[in-house]
């Protein structure tokens, strides 16, 4: 493949190839439908920032949650401790 040919990671590889089958796909698919790239870059654009705040929205919560054990156990700790 032209990857290997730029001495780039296989992981590394593999996202670009999917980002560009993807585009590729959409691109065929606005050609098909008779839809505006424009249109449906927007919708790509849209839904990568909509994945994104759920994403941020998880690792809030995550980290909240780990925060909120973390100051219960060393409470219960010093509280245990203190006996």
């Known amino acids: ?8 990671r296989k992981k590394t590889s593999a996202i670009l190839a999917g980002i560009t089958i993807g585009a590729i796909c959409l691109w065929g698919v606005s ?10 870059f927007t919708i ?14 998880a690792l809030l919560i995550i980290a ?3 925060l909120a054990a973390r100051t219960l ?11």
Request: charged share 15%; aromatic share 10%; hydrophobic share 50%.
């Open 64 to 66: 909240t949650f780990k």
């Open 44 to 57: 790509l654009l849209s839904s990568m920032v909509f994945l994104l705040v759920i994403i941020l929205c």
């Open 31 to 40: 050609y098909w439908q008779n839809i505006p790239p424009g249109e449906i």
């Open 1 to 8: 493949m032209i990857f290997s040919l730029l001495k780039i």
């Open 73 to 83: 156990a060393n409470l219960l700790k010093n509280t245990s401790g203190d006996d």
